[in-house]
T-cell receptor, first 116, second 109 residues
């Protein structure tokens, strides 16, 4: 099973709201990722968790807060977002992070986020 | 930093035609990945190539990595409407994965 699940599929939130995106994988992967993708652009890395520890934060604004409760789950907490944060948010996982071997990533279906 | 350039940026072909998408890296590739993405959805992993000269096939899609490991091609034989989407090449950098600029494929029935 190479499935990564994400919920919700769509999310509309106001600039004062607090919401969370969830991601889950049961492949035993030890690296998990959050990406942001704007229309007609490739995915842009936000965060990398390796063995449940945050290993990379690509200078993401603090209104995005990642959390990895266990090796199968990854959350992205959202607070006080701006309209320009509207995008497709993708979660991915791989057996290990780059630098620890050559492994493919598996992606979830994404959450389409609209900030009003 | 490593960059991946894809060509063409977009492609419209008639159903049944063959096509090729290229991915060129600014540095030696130690793992090259091909993904397909339908609009608004996640990326679907297609194939991974690691060795110079390696070639892999899945159904009607064949991917190759050149001997110098700086260029890869994705070839689709007898295209079908189901092949339509965005094709992205990817590579594992020092600490993160990077992606090519993407090729949008449209197949006319």
């Amino acid at each position: 099973d190479t499935e990564v699940t994400q919920t919700p599929k769509h999310l509309v939130m106001g600039m004062t709201n607090k919401k969370s995106l969830k991601c889950e994988q049961h492949m035993g992967h030890r690296a998990m990722y959050w990406y942001k993708q704007k229309a007609k652009k490739p995915p842009e890395l936000m965060f990398v968790y390796s063995y449940e520890k945050l290993s990379i934060n690509e200078s993401v604004p603090s209104r995005f807060s990642p959390e990895c409760p266990n090796s199968s789950l990854l959350n992205l907490h959202l607070h006080a977002l701006q309209p320009e944060d509207s995008a497709l948010y993708l979660c991915a996982s791989s057996q290990a992070a780059p630098g620890q071997g050559t492994y493919e990533q598996y992606f979830g279906p994404g959450t389409r986020l609209t900030v009003t | 930093s490593q960059e991946l350039e894809q060509s063409p940026q977009s492609l419209i072909v008639q159903e049944g035609k063959n096509l090729t998408i290229n991915c060129t890296s600014s540095k030696t590739l130690y793992g090259l990945y091909w993904y397909k993405q339908k609009y608004g959805e996640g990326l679907i992993f297609l194939m991974m190539l690691q060795k110079g000269g390696e070639e892999k096939s899945h159904e009607k899609i064949t991917a190759k990595l050149d001997e110098k490991k700086q260029q890869s091609s994705l070839h689709i034989t007898a295209s079908q409407p189901s092949h339509a989407g965005i094709y992205l090449c990817g590579a594992a950098g020092t600490y993160k994965y990077i992606f090519g600029t993407g090729t949008r494929l449209k197949v006319l029935a």
